[in-house]
């Protein structure tokens, strides 16, 4: 499914309150359709989905009051077994990058929910683990000042300078290439939790690797579930789509294990720029 993903990722934005509007059955359809050609990330992991829809649900989801008006959520799980943080990121952004081209409002949810209560209900909490869901819905044309509260407490809509996601790489490689700054850029727009903004990466002739700044005691927020090694799967996904859309072929993704103090290697893909603008 081809869409201006530039496009929708600068006007892509977390809804908190929803109107009552009704989603058309046809676009339920088109995000399943969607989901179950894109469920697999590109590191191996397949996710799995559920629609709730809380006008027939038993089950309480619990927002804790970050989300109100949404009638029907998309939970993802995975398997507790052979899976991979990053994955799990880029395949979910992957379904909300695309709700937001169709202008339908999610927002990422990964710690602030009953996650105990959704997995006993629905789930075989021996062998699944729900990493994060969202509301899916229209945006309510007013913000509640509680929404208004919370993205500026979030300081939602600051992003960290370019030089501060780039290490070990010259400020005059973005400046004398238009596509590797677009590359950036739409890193840069990614959302996370909190907005820690954890991606970090060196750029290396044509390689791209990718690092991690974790937030000392991040961690520890929602026991089991490494919410900011996510966030680095949603930057890759960003990254990867604008590839796509720019029309650069990937060589390969590999672990180069490239070291630096204060940050965790995460992954590092080669592309192919031998034909475009440097």
């Known amino acids: 499914m081809n869409y201006p993903v ?10 908190r309150t929803y109107s009552d509007e009704v989603i058309p059955d046809q676009i339920i359809q088109n995000i399943i359709n ?16 559920q629609i709730v829809d809380l006008d027939t649900s038993k089950t309480k989801l619990g927002t804790y009051g970050f989300i109100s008006g949404a009638k029907k959520y998309l939970l993802f799980y995975a398997e507790k077994e052979n899976f991979n943080w990053l994955d799990i990121g880029y395949v979910i952004e992957n379904v909300i990058l695309y709700c937001a081209h169709l ?25 699944y683990f729900i990493p994060a869901i969202t509301p899916v819905g229209f945006a309510r044309k007013r913000k509640t000042l509680r929404e208004k509260v919370i993205r500026g407490f979030a300081k939602a809509e600051n992003r960290i300078p370019t030089d501060k996601i ?44 990718f690092y991690m700044q974790r937030t000392k005691g ?12 996510i966030d680095m799967g949603i930057a890759l996904c960003h990254f990867c789509k604008t590839l ?12 180069a294990v ?9 992954k590092s893909l080669e592309i192919d720029l031998s034909e475009l603008e440097r």
């Not at 490239?258 to 995460?266: A, D, F, R, S, V």
Request: a positive charge.
């Open 6 to 15: 530039s496009n929708t990722i600068k006007k892509r934005k977390s809804v």
């Open 34 to 49: 969607f989901f179950s050609a894109n469920c697999q990330g590109p590191c191996g992991t397949k996710l799995r989905y």
């Open 103 to 127: 202008g339908i409002g999610t927002c990422w949810l990964g710690g602030t929910f009953n996650r105990s209560n959704l997995t006993k209900n629905i789930l075989d909490e021996n062998k």
């Open 166 to 209: 780039l290490v070990n790489t010259p400020k005059e490689k973005l400046a004398d290439s238009k596509v590797l700054n677009q590359l950036i850029q739409m890193v840069r727009l990614a959302p996370s939790a909190s907005n820690k903004q954890p991606w970090r990466i060196e750029i290396e002739n044509n390689i791209f690797h």
């Open 218 to 229: 991040y961690s520890k927020i929602v026991p089991g579930i490494d919410l900011q090694k």
């Open 244 to 255: 796509k859309e720019l029309n650069i072929p990937m060589i390969k993704k590999f672990d």
């Open 258 to 266: 490239k070291n630096i103090e204060g940050l965790e290697y995460q």
